[in-house]
């Protein structure tokens, strides 16, 4: 079964502490895999993408096969990083639905 | 240029009612998708619609339907509204199937 897995609902950093918000998914082909963000009463938006493996906000993702993880990682987080953060899987193949995990909530406190 | 609108953002229905409920994708953009958002389930995928076409359906329903017309606009439709179909519907545009997805704000649909 196609599944995403983010393991934490809630994730609390003090401001500049380095932030790994967990991703795990379960799909037996190649998919894209998504970070989606979104911040208090605003939409929930695209952060980034593995396939562009560049970094947004200071943001960074690597997949990795292996273990089946896309986990973003934020070196020195900042109070506006605070957020509902969502991992989320795009199937190979012709369809665009996305599967998305259940998110973290990353707080960053001062 | 103008993000996703979905009208109306709230609305109170009672059980055994039907609703429809709108979402106007960015210009140009010719793909639009739905999910459910529960606190239980999450995002849920439910359709895709790419040039007034249903290119792909998630496992929900009969009783959810959708459908989008020439100007790529799209409405959703659920019959026979249940209690547990309370939840905020999003609907997401793109220029193509597998482009990026521009959310919508949301649709906050309560059954009573």
């Known amino acids: 079964a196609q599944r ?26 190649s998919p894209e895999l998504f970070w989606y963000v979104q911040y208090s009463r605003q939409r929930l938006q695209l952060l980034l993408r593995h396939i562009s493996r560049e970094s947004i906000k200071g943001f960074t993702a690597d997949l990795n096969k292996g273990e089946t993880s896309f986990h973003l990682k934020k070196p020195f987080a900042q109070e506006e990083d605070s957020a509902m953060y969502y991992c989320a899987l795009r199937p190979a193949g012709s369809q665009g639905n996305l599967i998305f995990g259940k998110g973290t909530k990353l707080s960053v406190k001062p | ?57 998630g496992n929900f329903p009969g009783r959810f339907s959708g459908r989008q017309f020439s100007n790529s606009r799209s409405e959703m439709n659920v019959s026979t509204l249940e209690l547990g ?16 997805a521009f959310f919508g704000q949301g649709t906050r649909l309560t059954v009573v």
């Open chain 1, 4 to 29: 995403v897995t983010q393991p934490e609902k809630l994730l609390s950093v003090f401001k500049g502490a380095p932030v790994e918000l967990k991703c795990n998914y379960s799909y037996s082909g």
């Open chain 2, 1 to 57: 240029k103008a993000g996703v609108t979905q009208t109306p953002r709230y609305l109170i229905k009672t059980r055994g009612q039907q609703v429809t409920l709108s979402c106007s994708p960015i210009s140009g953009h010719r793909s639009v998708s739905w999910y459910q958002q529960t606190p239980g389930q999450g995002l849920q995928f439910l359709f895709e619609y790419f040039s007034e076409t249903q290119r792909n359906k």
């Open chain 2, 85 to 100: 179909d309370s939840a905020l519907y999003l609907c997401a545009s793109s220029l193509a199937v597998k482009t990026e």
